[in-house]
């Protein structure tokens, strides 16, 4: 087989996924497990052949579902939406720097809205959880701030209109934290108010002990000087004194609230977390290509998955096989 040039761009990208054995092809090449070639996902054999006409594999071996695809074990395991849509959807949401809207998918894909936006969450769904170690072990300062996030009135309906409105201002919305290492990454969650202890868990967990932290005023901040470097900037009086400020998480912020209020209408605070990460995931890696950037996302697609009922809290379980 021709070697044909991996895609650069989203015009190259819908041209190269266009075509069936190149999205085969991309995809095997990013599976970690079958870096040594294909093994059957059911038995482990490395005895498979491949069926051309089929594009897919049989295992040698005697047992139930020895044909298998590349959608296999992933994100697109049993969806009937064929990979020439799937890895474009990828390639927009994964480097449109405000997200992209499952109307916007529907349109440009020619799925239905419903179909896009369940398509968006098992992608966002694919990109969450790598998080590597303690923020601030590399001796860069850590920001961290907190902020609300809530609904556009006008997308709600009516009687929580009214609960919205005649309420007071913070009650409905969500709290989310971020903490962000200068020079490096993010992390942000949906937490459960601001209260000290709530704060304080997450930044133990997700910063090294000793390293330098800088918040605002918030009280809910006191006490860590006694594990941390910790300064505070009195945002009553400046926004930065020297290094001691929180521009940085600002930023992020500001890029989250444009993506929410742009892109996406109405989010509900049940899936807000998944919002946060898809912003997190293409800020985290704000320095790559848009290439190398999908190549990242696509290598995360194994071993997860999404039912419809999970997304839509029909069942509870857990979102990730192994
Ligand atoms: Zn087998």
Request: a positive charge; glycine letters at 10%; proline letters at 2%.
């Amino acid at each position: 087989m021709e070697a044909v040039r991996e895609p650069k761009s989203l015009q190259e990208a819908i041209l190269y996924f266009s075509d069936q054995e190149n999205c085969l092809n991309y995809l095997v090449a990013r599976r970690p497990e079958w870096s040594d070639g294909v093994v059957c996902p059911a038995c482990g054999s490395k005895k498979v052949s491949f069926l051309k006409n089929q594009l897919r594999w049989q295992c040698s071996a005697r047992h139930p579902k020895r044909q298998f695809s590349v959608k296999v074990g992933t994100i697109f395991e049993e969806s009937p939406l064929g990979l020439d849509k799937w890895l474009p959807a990828m390639w927009l949401i994964l480097n449109c720097k405000n997200g992209i809207s499952s109307c916007e998918i529907a349109r440009a894909l020619n799925v239905t809205q419903k179909t896009a936006w369940f398509m968006l969450h098992r992608i966002r769904l694919a990109q969450q959880g790598k998080q590597g170690g303690k923020l601030g072990g590399s001796g860069n300062g850590v920001e961290i701030d907190e902020t609300f996030i809530g609904g556009k009135a006008r997308n709600m309906h009516k009687s929580k209109r009214a609960r919205v409105i005649t309420g007071t201002g913070g009650k409905d919305k969500t709290v989310v934290m971020g903490m962000l290492e200068r020079g490096g990454n993010v992390r942000a969650m949906v937490v459960d108010g601001r209260r000290k202890k709530e704060l304080q868990k997450n930044i133990h967990e997700h910063v090294e002990a000793g390293a330098a932290i800088f918040t605002d005023e918030l009280r809910s901040y006191d006490g860590l000087e006694d594990s941390f470097k910790h300064q505070v900037i009195n945002h009553a009086v400046e926004y930065a004194n020297g290094n001691v400020h929180t521009n940085g998480m600002e930023n992020f912020w500001s890029l989250v609230k444009r993506q929410l209020h742009g892109t996406y209408i109405s989010v509900e605070p049940f899936h807000l977390f998944r919002y946060i990460d898809e912003q997190a995931f293409r800020f985290n890696n704000r320095k790559m290509t848009d290439a190398e950037r999908f190549d990242i996302g696509v290598r995360e697609i194994v071993g997860k998955r999404l039912t419809y009922a999970e997304l839509t809290g029909k069942v509870h379980g857990t979102e990730t096989i192994q």
